[in-house]
T-cell receptor, first 113, second 113 residues
Framework: DTAVSQTPKYLVTQMGNDKSIKCEQN?????MYWYKQDSKKFLKIMFS???????INETVPNRFSPKSPDKAHLNLHINSLELGDSAVYFC????????????FGPGTRLTVT | GEDVEQSLFLSVREGDSSVINCTYT??????LYWYKQEPGAGLQLLTY?????DMKQDQRLTVLLNKKDKHLSLRIADTQTGDSAIYFC?????????????FGAGTRLAVHP
């Protein structure tokens, strides 16, 4: 299937743990993104990579570290998880110069207890 | 989102038209987007409009853009129960030479018989 996929879909963990979320796209896009959606459905960009280079880095705690091994993959590692990190994390991809919009993955629901 | 505003709720009867409104702040936005999010799912790109257009029609969807007032609307004709979802408006904004999307808070559309 042609899509943006994320793993895992659900992640339940305790405060203080370290966890990773993985994202892959097979759309041939050159740019990938991480968004956080809070409980009120507010969606905010966190990071963006273009051809493995970090291009957008919003005000995000440095406990969050993205990594892009190649332009089809973007992972998000979170250290020392806190209760406020509970949210749905979406990966997205686009072809940066076309303006034709970003395509989203199904999301990873992270619950920190 | 502080830069993109939408009303939070809209309720319509099945078969009627729905109009979801959005205002944005960045007059240099080159593209504006509408996304749909069904419960437990990612964001689905519905349609987008280039800033030099006033209107775009795609089957049951009509997008109207008033650049002077920075107002965007999405009209769904013959609304069906399957259209019940949250609809997000997004503007593109230049950040560090790259475009990023700024999302509104989303309009929850409820379709009743």
């Amino acid at each position: 299937d042609t899509a943006v996929s994320q793993t895992p879909k659900y992640l339940v963990t305790q405060m203080g743990n370290d966890k990773s979320i993985k994202c892959e796209q097979n759309l041939g896009h050159d740019t990938m993104y991480w968004y956080k959606q809070d409980s009120k459905k507010f969606l905010k960009i966190m990071f963006s990579y273009n051809n493995k280079e970090l291009i957008i880095n919003e005000t995000v705690p440095n406990r969050f570290s993205p990594k892009s091994p190649d332009k089809a993959h973007l992972n998000l590692h979170i250290n020392s998880l806190e209760l406020g990190d509970s949210a749905v994390y979406f990966c997205a991809s686009s072809q940066i110069l076309t303006g034709q919009g970003q395509y989203f993955g199904p999301g990873t629901r992270l619950t920190v207890t | 989102g502080e830069d993109v505003e939408q009303s939070l709720f809209l309720s319509v009867r099945e078969g009627d038209s729905s109009v979801i409104n959005c205002t944005y702040t960045d007059s240099s936005s080159t593209y504006l987007y509408w996304y749909k999010q069904e419960p437990g799912a990612g964001l689905q790109l519905l349609t987008y409009i280039f800033s030099n257009m006033d209107m775009k029609q795609d089957q049951r969807l009509t997008v109207l853009l008033n650049k002077k007032d920075k107002h965007l609307s999405l009209r769904i004709a013959d609304t069906q129960t399957g259209d019940s979802a949250i609809y997000f408006c997004a503007e593109s904004k230049i950040s560090g030479g790259y475009n990023k999307l700024i999302f509104g808070a989303g309009t929850r559309l409820a379709v009743h018989p």
